[in-house]
């Protein structure tokens, strides 16, 4: 027997032999690693082509300004994942019209919800100055005011129509879901390469380029799957009841909780960075963190089908699947961690290839990001199994003191050490969060877990 004829009796056994929810697993996790891969490369000529577009600073600017948009996303109040838990439960229940009521009433609400802050925002819009608020010259008010309308627009928007992303995933079918980000991404890209051969720098235009592309696949995706493979699950105002969001937000608003902690502490650091730096140490962060986040993406991609999953098997008390699968991901991590460390120690020779001499970035900044890169690869491995289960209490408290303490901490540090200090803050918070999540993972699937440990 060959090699190439092993090698493909191999690769069929991979991905046919083992439990059917191991296997569903890894064909997504084959199919996502490739098209994640292509929009980890959409995503690192998107940097040196919209940098040299405008410059520096002013994608320092469009990077604060998008981050402070994304906090608006706990507006949903949790409703995103509360339905990713209740449609998976049902559908594995094989309760499909309770299914169907879950995303008619997810529709429903969310529309309403963003509609009224869209609103409140572009009333509120006009008392903004957004030019003390990012650090810039006064002359840029307009222009700024202007673009925080449209990014958060497109923000609205995309929010509602994520919902079909939320369904996708749900079904144990991540990379689907992926494959249309990427669409929007690859778009996106396209139009800013025309932008840089026939217009001149404009923050505007970088707005609705970045904002129009994924409203128009997910618009596309929503009414070519709504029509076909999910057509029993179609919203309609037929399905909808308020009973069901009692049902959805019960759940759903502890995640809610816990988003609105991550943003705060993810994306509050570039306004942190902008406000003890300045707009440049936004874009340099960005970009280590953008570079070094490749392997959390990575580790991201294998970790994502395993929430649906583990939400199944919880169901189905599977418990032994879920101890065996914990193990196997255990040892992926170690990988993940390897590669964040080649990724650092080759990482000035990367940034020169990458964005060659327009952004500076310091060793000290790299080699912060890289360990708080390490610490999101360690979360990543507690929380698709306790989000799955709805088990998220302890989770929430964690977060929630770390957003208490982690402004504070900041500046304090910030004061003493420069931009670095954000992301060690960052990173002393995830330190606790990582522990706490491990031991709580390990008394439920040993069956110990009592009290808070189990809720």
């Not at 309770?98 to 008392?127: C, D, E, P, Q």
């Not at 002359?139 to 995309?158: D, N, R």
């Not at 816990?258 to 300045?278: E, K, P, T, W």
Request: proline share 3%; aromatic share 16%.
């Amino acid at each position: 027997m060959g090699l190439a004829t092993k090698l493909k009796i191999y690769i069929s056994d991979f991905f046919t032999k083992g439990h059917q929810r191991t296997v569903e697993a890894k064909k997504n996790i084959a199919a996502s690693l490739f098209i994640k891969g292509i929009s980890i490369a959409i995503n690192l000529a998107l940097v040196p082509l919209t940098i040299n577009y405008v410059n520096p600073t002013q994608y320092g600017i469009w990077l604060t300004l998008s981050s402070i948009v994304a906090w608006f996303s706990f507006f949903d109040i949790g409703f995103g994942h509360g339905l990713r838990n209740r449609f998976a439960e049902a559908k594995a229940t094989g309760n499909f019209e309770k299914a169907r009521i879950y995303v008619s009433t997810t529709y429903a609400v969310l529309t309403l919800i963003f509609s009224l802050v869209w609103v409140f925002f572009f009333v509120g819009n006009y008392w903004i100055d957004w030019t003390k608020i990012l650090n810039t010259p006064p002359k840029m008010a307009l222009e700024l005011s202007t673009l925080a309308i449209i990014v958060f627009s497109f923000f609205c928007i995309q929010i509602v129509l994520k919902t079909i992303n939320t369904i996708i995933i749900a079904d144990q079918r991540p990379a689907k879901a992926a494959f249309f980000d990427m669409l929007g991404q690859l778009i996106s890209l396209i139009i800013i390469y025309i932008l840089t051969k026939k217009t001149q720098g404009s923050l505007i235009y970088l707005g609705l380029s970045f904002g129009l592309a994924p409203v128009l696949i997910l618009i596309t995706s929503s009414i070519w799957l709504f029509s076909t493979k999910y057509k029993y699950f179609r919203p309609s105002f037929k399905y909808f009841q308020f009973a069901a969001i009692s049902d959805i937000i019960k759940l759903g608003s502890k995640f809610f909780l816990i988003q609105i902690s991550v943003i705060v502490i993810y994306q509050m650091n570039n306004l942190l960075i902008a406000h003890i730096g300045n707009p440049e140490d936004v874009t340099a962060y960005n970009i280590a963190n953008k570079y070094l986040g490749t392997v959390v993406m990575i580790f991201s991609i294998i970790m994502t089908p395993f929430w649906s999953s583990f939400t199944e098997a919880f169901a189905k008390k599977d418990i032994a699947w879920m101890k065996s699968t914990k193990l196997r991901l255990n040892t992926i991590s170690y990988y993940g961690i390897i590669g964040v460390i080649i990724f650092a120690s080759i990482s000035k020779f990367i940034y020169k290839l990458w964005i060659g001499d327009t952004v500076t970035i310091p060793i000290s900044l790299t080699f912060y990001v890289s360990i708080f890169t390490i610490l999101q690869i360690l979360i990543w491995l507690n929380t698709p199994i306790l989000n799955g289960i709805g088990k998220i209490k302890i989770q929430i408290i964690s977060y929630s003191l770390a957003v208490f303490f982690h402004i504070p901490l900041s500046l304090l540090l910030g004061s003493k050490i420069g931009i670095g200090g954000v992301i060690i803050s960052s990173s002393i918070f995830y330190v606790t969060i990582i522990y706490l999540t491990s031991r709580q993972v390990r008394l439920i699937l040993d069956g110990n877990a009592k009290g808070i440990w189990n809720q």
